[in-house]
């Protein structure tokens, strides 16, 4: 399934100051039945967002109306937990399409690259920097740069430099998947496969 292509993305974003996130808060075990990739967004943080009886919680962030945007700004250790997938499918449903901390468990990362959603690994202090600029005023845009590989913050010009595996980088900034990626390729694959033959 290919996704959007991501290139530069400039947008303001929403503040999650928390650290420790894991896989059961951004997406509790009892949505996890369906197997298609609609329909997680709208329990994203459920527990977090509504009360018992579906109201929301008015004290979380994504109910504020003042913070909005394609980009979410976690605190350290986000996606720890379970391995389950479908917390990067309601990120991605919700319409986040990049994830800034400073640091991401291991297996959430890769499910995040595999998705169309960039994770991006900042410094500490550059993410003290970002949380406190939107504090300042949540209308502070980001700017993601992947071709360069770099984070601003527009109002103040600061910016830092983030990694990420090649591979990685070139099915994002094509918008594929794994599959895409050897779909690509397949005239290079056939060529190779005749070659071999013989």
Same mark, same amino acid.
């Given at each position: 399934?290919?996704?959007?292509?991501?290139?530069?993305?400039?947008?303001?974003?929403?503040?999650?100051?928390?650290?420790?996130?894991?896989?059961?808060?951004?997406?509790?075990?009892?949505?996890?039945?369906?197997?298609?990739?609609?329909?997680?967004?709208?329990?994203?943080?459920r527990d977090?967002?509504?009360?018992?009886?579906?109201? /929301? !919680?008015?004290?979380?962030?994504? +109910?504020? &109306?003042?913070?909005?945007?394609? =980009? *979410?700004?976690? $605190?350290?250790?986000? %996606?720890?937990?379970?391995?389950?997938?479908?917390?990067?499918?309601?990120?991605?449903?919700?319409?986040?399409?990049?994830?800034?901390?400073?640091?991401?468990?291991?297996?959430?990362?890769?499910?995040?690259?595999?998705?169309?959603?960039?994770?991006v690994t900042?410094?500490?202090?550059?993410?003290?920097?970002?949380?406190?600029?939107?504090?300042?005023? /949540? !209308?502070?845009?980001?700017?993601? +740069?992947? &071709?360069?590989?770099?984070?601003? =913050? *527009?109002?103040? $010009?600061?910016?830092? %430099?983030?990694?990420?595996?090649?591979?990685?980088?070139?099915?994002?900034?094509?918008?594929?998947?794994?599959?895409?990626?050897?779909?690509?390729?397949?005239?290079?694959?056939?060529?190779?496969?005749?070659?071999?033959?013989?």
């Amino acid at each position: 399934m290919a996704y959007d292509k991501f290139k530069v993305l400039q947008s303001t974003a929403v503040p999650l100051p928390i650290e420790n996130v894991d896989t059961d808060q951004i997406i509790p075990a009892r949505f996890l039945k369906a197997t298609e990739r609609k329909g997680f967004g709208d329990n994203l943080f459920r527990d977090w967002r509504y009360n018992n009886d579906d109201s /929301p !919680k008015q004290d979380f962030v994504l +109910n504020n &109306p003042i913070y909005s945007g394609k =980009i *979410l700004v976690g $605190g350290k250790n986000f %996606g720890s937990g379970s391995s389950r997938e479908h917390a990067a499918w309601a990120i991605y449903d919700y319409g986040f399409r990049c994830v800034i901390s400073s640091f991401f468990a291991d297996i959430f990362k890769g499910n995040s690259l595999n998705i169309g959603i960039l994770p991006v690994t900042v410094s500490e202090a550059f993410l003290d920097k970002i949380f406190k600029a939107i504090e300042a005023d /949540p !209308k502070t845009e980001l700017e993601v +740069n992947l &071709p360069e590989q770099k984070v601003t =913050i *527009l109002a103040t $010009g600061e910016s830092e %430099g983030f990694d990420i595996n090649g591979y990685k980088k070139h099915n994002l900034t094509n918008g594929f998947d794994d599959i895409d990626y050897l779909q690509d390729m397949k005239t290079e694959i056939a060529a190779f496969a005749e070659k071999s033959i013989y």
